[in-house]
């Protein structure tokens, strides 16, 4: 049963499981054991991408994925994807936004349930043929550590790719006796911004966040203008807060909120000064995916 395709889409269903026609189980049926001997794919590069909480962020990034591997006549990145839009719903806040007041009481009475879905398409995901993991959402990295704790292949962490990226541009301080330091822009400091802050902070960054009173007057009321598809409300408040950071001399700005995606226009002055860790792990997938495929496409080398 030899399948070529060069990528596939799956969608779970609202209990985080595979329909019974696409499970891969420890079955003794023939078929069972093709499924788990024959990978759906085979390609030494394939990317496996568990679907984030928003649908539109994983969408977001196949996008960017698959035009930017496949340009200048290039193939693009082999991937399988496995999407599960009813996690919003094992947490309500995620949504819209989380509380800033910091009552997470939903977020750790559910945190075992999430972890448990998506380590089950993680599993799904390796046996479907992936040689690389990638999980294109800020909130579902809350359990990074415990969704990749024993993966069989490279599990790629979008806060080390941001910090990765930044240590390599070699900025520096905008006041003398100081760190480089880095805004982190997310509807939450405890549950996202906290994940970006260690990450960044090991890389010898300092980090700014914003206090309560821009999260109450401007980031969490630019979420909800999204919510209204008003636009040019959100993305002017969206401008008020990457100011807030910026007057507090970091060099640039990291946007760790799905909602925030393409909010700014490319030509707006204020994108220059941010980046989206969504970007960051495309650019990190598609250099794997490039390396791991010219390594494989080697002549070995006979032994005399």
């Given amino acids: 049963m030899a399948i070529q395709i060069s990528s596939v889409l799956l969608q779970s269903n609202e209990g985080g499981k595979l329909p019974e026609s696409k499970k891969i189980s420890s079955s ?4 069972a054991r093709c499924r788990i001997s024959n990978p759906l794919l085979s390609q030494a590069n394939t990317v496996g991408i568990i679907g984030g909480v928003s ?14 591997s496949s340009r200048d006549g290039n193939e693009c990145v082999p991937f399988v ?9 094992e947490l309500p806040f995620c949504s819209s936004y989380p509380p800033v007041n910091g009552n ?3 977020f750790i009475s559910n945190s075992g349930i999430v972890v448990e879905n998506l380590r089950r398409k993680r599993e799904f995901l390796e046996k479907s043929g992936a040689r690389c993991i ?5 909130i579902s990295h809350a359990w990074l550590f415990e969704v990749s704790d024993g993966c069989s ?3 790629l962490d979008m806060g080390d790719c941001v910090a990765r990226e930044l240590k390599e541009a070699k900025m520096k301080p905008l006041e003398a006796g100081s760190d480089v330091r880095i805004g982190v822009l ?6 996202v911004a906290g994940f970006y802050q260690e990450k960044l902070r090991s890389q010898g960054f300092e980090v700014v966040l914003p206090d309560k009173a821009t999260l109450e007057h401007t980031v969490v009321p630019a979420i909800e203008a999204l919510n209204r598809k008003d636009m040019e409300g959100a993305r002017n408040l969206l401008r008020i807060a990457i100011h807030v950071l910026l007057v507090r001399a970091v060099n640039c700005v990291v946007l760790a909120s799905d909602e925030f995606h393409s909010l700014l226009p490319r030509q707006d002055p204020l994108h220059k000064k941010c980046i989206d860790p969504i970007d960051a792990l495309v650019r990190f997938t598609i250099k794997w995916s490039q390396s791991t495929e010219k390594v494989h496409k080697q002549p070995s080398k006979k032994l005399s």
């Fill in 28 to 31: 003794s049926t023939p078929l």
């Fill in 55 to 68: 649908v539109f962020s994983t969408l977001i990034f196949l996008e960017k994925l698959v035009w930017r």
């Fill in 81 to 89: 994807v496995c999407s599960d839009p009813g996690m919003s719903r």
């Fill in 104 to 106: 997470h009481s939903q």
């Fill in 134 to 138: 990638v999980m294109p959402c800020h």
């Fill in 153 to 155: 292949v490279p599990f």
């Fill in 186 to 191: 997310a509807s939450d400091a405890t549950l």
